[in-house]
């Protein structure tokens, strides 16, 4: 196809992208008091403004939602306003933001919810570990979702999406995907519901097709999206049939008409080996934007433009170490490696004082 590469620009329901490559969202554990995010959040999120869309780290949309120490909220005040200081400090750069709103489900620890068990479709312990008391820890054992509850679950993503609209943001991401509370719900290993919540394919789509629709009526279509890990075992999610779930989840998301999937092909931050489930059906199901994740490279993220199999591409790890990894990509200079030791936790040093490559072109 002419004209269609990495560097050229994209239109994401109605905005102008710079380019097809999407700064996937990373979780960081930087958040300060009342998890409003870091202090360098903004300089963080504007070091990386060149990306054609940045998708903000996993965001809670409640206090019950969260799964780990020190992830950023976005239901105070206080989380809205510093949330807009990022979006103001990433749209002075000429990029574009996107919110990623979790509820992590029974990926998280009592210690997190006053002694509280986390909740989840079914009590049903994860074969996971969380980030708790400045440590690694087994998930706690949660507690089913009463059918009552439900509805107030939905509420908090809408609220959520609403408070991000209000911080500035051009759109929101549903987080579906890793085995966080949307994807227990959808896979039969964490869902064993009788209820309308649970049973067939259709019972076990409904609330994240539910939340979808309740985000997209908030904000609009246009500026919604979501990610999907359809064969992904992250946190310990596992599902008997994957491909006849995920072929009527995005069958319906068609039908919202929302901006886009943003589908993580394989086991997340692993092999893209995932046959014999067949992405390419997802992307022909779907008739708005499709973004392809996982392990992707520059010779791999143009072949898959080329072939039509995506039409935006997200890169997670390389931008932690890479601000300038549009750049780089252009110019063909060598990717920085992260130093592992800061990727979760602590302040500025491994988050903004990573270098361009050559400081004397940059802008
Ligand atoms: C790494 C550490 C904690 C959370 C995900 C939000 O996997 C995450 C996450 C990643 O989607």
Do not use: C
């Amino acid at each position: 196809m002419t004209g269609t590469s990495l560097f050229s620009t994209y239109d994401l329901g109605g905005i102008t992208l710079a380019n097809r490559i999407v700064m996937a969202p990373l979780t960081r554990n930087r958040a300060g008091a009342g998890l409003v995010p870091s202090e360098f959040a903004a300089e963080y999120y504007a070091q990386r403004a060149s990306a054609g869309l940045i998708i903000t780290e996993a965001t809670q949309v409640s206090a019950q939602a969260q799964g780990y120490q020190d992830t950023p909220g976005l239901y105070t005040p206080e989380q809205i306003a510093a949330w807009r200081k990022v979006t103001d400090a990433v749209h002075a750069k000429g990029g574009r933001i996107f919110v990623q709103l979790w509820h992590v489900g029974r990926v998280s620890h009592v210690d997190l919810h006053g002694g509280e068990a986390p909740v989840a479709p079914s009590a049903i312990r994860a074969d996971a570990k969380t980030f708790v008391n400045n440590g690694f820890a087994d998930v706690s054992e949660p507690r089913a979702l009463e059918l009552a509850e439900i509805p107030g679950i939905i509420e908090s993503f809408r609220q959520a999406a609403a408070n991000a609209i209000s911080a500035g943001f051009d759109g929101v991401e549903i987080h579906g995907a890793n085995g966080y509370l949307l994807d227990q719900f959808a896979k039969d290993g964490a869902n064993q519901r009788s209820d309308s919540y649970g049973g067939s394919v259709e019972n076990r789509a409904r609330l994240m097709l539910e939340v979808v629709a309740a985000v997209a009526g908030e904000i609009g279509a246009n500026r919604t999206g979501i990610r999907l890990s359809p064969v992904s075992p992250a946190n310990g999610i596992s599902s008997s049939d994957p491909q006849a779930q995920f072929d009527y989840i995005v069958a319906q998301l068609d039908k919202l008409d929302i901006a886009y999937i943003h589908v993580v092909e394989g086991a997340t931050g692993g092999s893209r080996d995932v046959a014999p489930f067949d992405f390419a059906a997802l992307r022909k199901a779907f008739r708005n934007t499709y973004i392809a994740n996982n392990g992707f490279d520059h010779a791999l993220a143009e072949a898959h433009l080329a072939k039509g199999e995506a039409d935006v591409i997200a890169f997670g790890r390389p931008f932690i170490a890479n601000p300038d990894l549009v750049e780089r990509l252009k110019s063909g200079a060598a990717l920085a490696d992260l130093d592992p030791a800061t990727l979760y936790g602590g302040g500025a040093k491994g988050y903004i004082d990573y270098p361009v490559a050559n400081a004397d072109t940059a802008a």
